[in-house]
């Protein structure tokens, strides 16, 4: 469990290179929404907003995520190419395991490492 000031650090392939990227939690309102913004990565700047809300018995995630990339013009071109499409897709594909972990008794397992 992850709160206010606290930063996380994770590393993933994207693109056959390995990435490192450190976020800071910037803003907390459990249950309602936290943001985290990247203040160690391959982005120029990275923010991502997550909110949570209640709707008809289930909770609703909504993600807000904003970022630059880093190498100017050659990076808005790679935005416009593929990038944004590969990290909306990621964002999604990262909802589905936490919607299936969070809606089984996988959940169990995580909190009690």
Same mark, same amino acid.
């Given at each position: 469990?992850?709160?206010?000031?606290? *930063?996380?650090?994770?590393?993933?392939?994207?693109?056959?290179? *390995?990435?490192?990227?450190?976020?800071? =939690?910037?803003?907390?309102?459990?249950? %309602? %929404? /936290?943001?985290?913004?990247?203040?160690?990565?391959? /982005?120029?700047?990275?923010?991502?907003?997550?909110?949570?809300?209640?709707?008809?018995?289930?909770?609703?995630?909504?993600? %807000?995520?904003? *970022?630059?990339?880093? /190498?100017?013009? =050659?990076?808005?071109?790679?935005?416009?190419?593929?990038?944004?499409? *590969?990290?909306?897709?990621?964002?999604?594909?990262?909802?589905?395991?936490?919607?299936?972990?969070?809606?089984?008794?996988?959940?169990?397992?995580?909190?009690?490492?």
């Amino acid at each position: 469990m992850i709160g206010l000031g606290e *930063y996380v650090t994770w590393k993933a392939k994207h693109f056959g290179v *390995y990435q490192k990227l450190t976020s800071k =939690i910037t803003q907390f309102k459990s249950p %309602y %929404y /936290f943001v985290d913004e990247m203040v160690n990565g391959a /982005f120029k700047a990275f923010k991502h907003e997550h909110h949570f809300e209640e709707c008809k018995g289930v909770t609703l995630l909504t993600d %807000y995520f904003v *970022y630059t990339s880093t /190498f100017g013009a =050659i990076g808005k071109l790679a935005d416009r190419l593929f990038l944004e499409n *590969y990290m909306t897709e990621l964002l999604k594909e990262k909802n589905q395991t936490i919607k299936k972990i969070a809606e089984t008794e996988q959940w169990k397992v995580i909190l009690n490492k």
